[in-house]
């Protein structure tokens, strides 16, 4: 048996989080004994499967404890207070605060692999990120990347600092689709062709361009509902460009959704209008559900949909991003050979795969490790 922890700082929300439940979810706990370690309390029963350890290292997260907590990792000394257990493999699931934590480890034996979900090239100063957390990634044996597009980021930045690898997430294929099938919410309805998009409200995914890409359309003729759907720091920014541009009653930001999959199913056209990604959950998520893509080209997209054969890729820019957008509304067909092609790539998907993927990576490398 295989003793493995994942350290995240939370396990709710999106994108890390997600794909880390989906995998600890989806592993044999016949070959591992899994350890799930937060910051703070979280609601495990909901998110974690039976069999599986959850950890936290504070009592609950108030003004108190944030200050312990940021003390306390600033002198490297999580791990060896906060951080108990005889681990085989340890695995820091998210880049920052995780790993600079999970670096302080005191198991001279563990497989130390740090994830990395995204483009750190397009991270603000990058350059200057990288040589103040070069000495955190130098403490481990793998630096595991989403996508090669992130792996080769990664590279540039941290040279030859620590081997890094590619492993792809894995993905709840079979709980996308059961949520997909259940009835939309009284709050929604669908009143006719509909594009949706699902992330933080966040810089990164960019949903002013989504925004400004729809009232563009409307202007041009071309009728249709926008839905945005998730939270975040920018949500009070999207409002005012719809209120400033009159788009209340075609544009709605819906919030958070424990099930976004009923609203992607029901849309026509799914759309990522993002400056960057590491590896887009959503699009994975858009595929399995066999829906027509617009995205920018940003990292991952061309592993997920090639060169546009399974989704349409602009270029990273406003304009191009409107112009793909208005083609998959006007083109003939386009949209129906877009669904077809989503189908086909979706079935590559499936989380049975990608977990023993995952697993295969793990017993492979800690072999290494020992030497056998």
Same mark, same amino acid.
């Given at each position: 048996m295989t003793n493995i922890l994942f350290f995240i700082e939370s396990l709710s929300g999106g994108g890390a989080e997600k794909v880390l439940r989906n995998l600890v979810n989806a592993m044999d706990q016949t070959k591992f004994c899994i350890t799930v370690q937060t910051l703070y309390p979280d609601d495990a029963g909901k998110y974690l499967a039976p069999g599986i350890r959850y950890r936290y290292c504070y009592p609950a997260k108030n003004r108190i404890n944030e200050l312990r907590m940021r003390a306390e990792a600033a002198a490297g000394l999580t791990y060896p207070l906060r951080i108990k257990g005889d681990y085989d493999i340890e695995v820091a699931y998210l880049e920052c605060g995780s790993t600079k934590i999970m670096a302080s480890s005191t198991n001279a034996k563990a497989l130390k692999l740090a994830w990395v979900h995204s483009d750190l090239q397009n991270w603000a100063n990058p350059d200057d990120f990288a040589a103040a957390t070069k000495k955190y990634y130098a403490r481990y044996d793998l630096a595991v990347c989403v996508s090669e597009n992130v792996r080769k980021s990664f590279e540039k930045l941290y040279g030859d600092t620590v081997p890094a690898v590619t492993v792809y997430n894995t993905i709840d294929d079979g709980e996308i689709l059961r949520k997909s099938a259940e009835t939309l919410s009284p709050d929604v309805s669908k009143r006719k062709l509909t594009i949706a998009a699902v992330g933080r409200l966040s810089a990164p995914k960019h949903f002013i361009r989504a925004l400004t890409a729809h009232k563009r359309m409307l202007e041009d003729g071309l009728d249709h509902d926008l839905w945005i759907v998730g939270d975040g720091e920018e949500r009070? !920014?999207?409002? #005012?460009?719809?209120? =400033?541009?009159?788009? %209340?009653?075609?544009?709605?930001? *819906?919030?958070?959704?424990?099930?976004?999959?009923?609203?992607?199913?029901?849309?026509?056209?799914?759309?990522?209008?993002?400056?960057?990604?590491?590896?887009?959950t959503f699009v994975t998520e858009g595929l399995i559900l066999g829906k027509p893509?617009?995205?920018?080209?940003?990292?991952?997209?061309?592993?997920?949909?090639?060169?546009?054969?399974?989704? !349409?890729?602009? #270029?990273?820019?406003? =304009?191009?991003?409107? %112009?793909?957008?208005?083609?998959? *509304?006007?083109?003939?067909?386009?949209?129906?050979?877009?669904?077809?092609?989503?189908?086909?790539?979706g079935r590559d998907f499936k989380c049975e795969k990608l977990a023993k993927d995952t697993e295969a990576f793990f017993e492979r490398e800690l072999r290494k490790k020992r030497g056998k």
């Open positions: 009070s !920014l999207l409002e #005012a460009y719809i209120h =400033e541009n009159h788009l %209340e009653a075609s544009a709605k930001l *819906l919030g958070f959704r424990e099930n976004p999959y009923n609203l992607m199913y029901a849309a026509d056209i799914l759309v990522c209008s993002s400056i960057f990604e590491g590896f887009s893509i617009v995205t920018t080209d940003v990292s991952g997209m061309h592993e997920l949909l090639g060169d546009s054969e399974y989704g !349409l890729i602009t #270029a990273n820019d406003d =304009e191009a991003f409107y %112009e793909g957008v208005k083609r998959m *509304l006007t083109e003939p067909r386009l949209l129906e050979h877009y669904a077809e092609q989503a189908k086909i790539r």
